[in-house]
């Protein structure tokens, strides 16, 4: 390939003698158009189905960028040209800084199709998790847990905003996903991306993306089925595009995060395996793949949510997805788990309180006969006279050992739901009452230290 690529350099030209710049017609304007001087090529970076990228030299601009060439086979059918244009499309339309901008798009001087687009320095999410798995350290810092999420709630951001405007990537994938190295995510390769044509006029501001494929009727084609098998969607796999949407990217993007939990993708083997266990939802459990890196429970559960076999049963949208994810990096996933696990605790907390009160109901009860028949029995009557007593402090001695067990359990599981939430109404409530129950037996017992004691613990949780 030639070192020069593009139109003519502008610099060039108006640094020209005059005779050379004078005027922009005739002859000189047709220079304008495919020339080989404006871009220098510096060095291959990449290949793909039908293009290579090349990183280049604008040598008005004075900038390095990447240029995305179509290659000459795939340049002979007249749907990849129409392929390669409407990606150059779709991603300047999608003015987002989630995906790199297109500059320019314009034939090589050998008549190939080519797109300029920002040069994006890093690496990609493949690169990233390749690197955690081989335990670099430097790596394990830069991109924990909570960086890898963070990450993904951007790209769920991304998503939504394309979705929004009617275009299916259709192929997210680790090695689509580049991660800057200023912080920058993008979604890359829009190259399979789907164009909705029936456009919804009720909703208002939306911009959709317009495309020469989708204006040449070939948008939507029944028996190709496009992407990246270890991170499509079961409906992908039907060849049906009608039945592809927005919840298809979102069960990428739940693949994505698969990934980033257990650093394995949820799915392998062949293609025929792949299909099989999608369509049964048949993925090993997101806290089961890995042992040794099992994520939160709340993670999980975003997962297992984006990858459901079936559609409907997945987020509505990417954003959905994204304020899940963001609930878990603010905490408030986090709390909300703990008001749940301490309001169960609370429950079974509350009905020992009403064990508890039963128990010292019926152990005063107990102590009531008891004393009664105390007061039939003489000092001198025998033993077998005496049965009806004994019975009845067993029974006394009984129902003080259940209810000091049920005491104890009542105030663990009343105390284990303010340890999950300490501000936790439900149980605070319980011990509240509890501790009324405990200072009347105490006061009608006359025992000034337990009442003593019942009262201050009884201020901690009665408002």
């Given at each position: ?10 610099s ?9 710049a ?8 047709a ?24 990183l ?33 499309q ?29 040069l ?11 690197d955690l ?21 951007t ?7 394309a ?14 996903i580049?991660l ?11 190259g ?10 009720d ?7 317009e495309?020469a ?49 257990t ?13 099989s ?32 076999a079936?559609?409907?049963?997945r ?7 994204g ?7 603010d ?9 749940l ?33 105390a ?68 006061e ?5 230290a337990d ?7 009884l201020r901690?949780?009665?408002?």
């Amino acid at each position: 390939m030639d070192n020069d690529l593009g139109r003519q350099s502008i610099s060039a030209w108006a640094g020209a003698a005059p005779e050379s710049a004078a005027g922009t017609s005739g002859d000189d304007a047709a220079a304008f158009t495919p020339a080989a001087q404006r871009f220098r090529v510096e060095q291959l970076i990449g290949r793909g189905g039908m293009g290579e990228v090349h990183l280049v030299t604008d040598e008005d601009l004075r900038r390095q960028i990447a240029m995305k060439v179509m290659r000459e086979d795939a340049a002979q059918e007249r749907e990849h040209r129409l392929s390669f244009v409407a990606e150059a499309q779709a991603t300047s339309q999608l003015e987002h800084p989630g995906i790199p901008p297109v500059h320019d798009i314009g034939l090589t001087p050998d008549g190939r199709l080519y797109f300029t687009m920002k040069l994006v320095q890093g690496r990609t999410l493949a690169e990233v998790i390749h690197d955690l798995v081989l335990k670099r350290r430097d790596v394990q810092r830069e991109y924990n847990l909570h960086k890898l999420v963070s990450n993904l709630e951007t790209i769920c951001e991304t998503m939504y905003f394309a979705h929004e405007r009617g275009v299916i990537h259709r192929d997210l994938k680790p090695e689509n996903i580049m991660l800057g190295d200023y912080g920058e995510v993008h979604v890359m390769d829009w190259g399979l991306a789907r164009v909705e044509v029936e456009i919804d006029e009720d909703v208002e501001g939306a911009a959709y993306v317009e495309t020469a494929r989708a204006g040449s009727g070939t948008e939507t084609q029944h028996g190709q089925i496009k992407g990246t098998p270890p991170y499509m969607s079961p409906e992908q796999f039907r060849s049906d595009p009608s039945a592809v949407d927005e919840r298809s990217d979102i069960y990428a993007l739940g693949c994505l995060l698969y990934e980033m939990l257990t650093l394995h993708p949820a799915f392998g083997g062949n293609l025929s395996e792949i299909i099989s266990k999608k369509m049964a939802g048949e993925a090993v459990d997101v806290r089961e793949r890995n042992p040794r890196r099992k994520p939160p429970e709340p993670l999980a559960e975003v997962c297992r949510k984006a990858m459901a076999a079936a559609a409907s049963e997945r987020y509505g949208t990417a954003r959905e997805m994204g304020d899940a994810l963001r609930n878990w990096l603010d905490g408030r996933g986090a709390r909300a788990r703990r008001h749940l696990e301490a309001e169960a605790l609370a429950a079974q907390g509350t009905e020992a309180v009403a064990e508890d009160t039963r128990l010292s109901t019926g152990g005063t009860e107990a102590e009531r006969r008891a004393d009664k028949e105390a007061g039939k029995v003489k000092p001198w009557q025998s033993v077998a006279e005496k049965d009806a007593l004994l019975e009845a402090r067993e029974r006394v001695e009984g129902l003080e050992t259940d209810a000091a067990l049920s005491f104890s359990e009542t105030t663990h599981l009343l105390n284990a739901a303010l340890t999950q939430e300490a501000e936790n109404t439900t149980a605070r409530a319980a011990l509240g009452d509890l501790w009324k129950s405990r200072l009347q037996d105490a006061e009608d017992r006359g025992d000034k230290a337990d009442a003593t004691h019942a009262l201050a613990t009884l201020r901690r949780y009665d408002d």
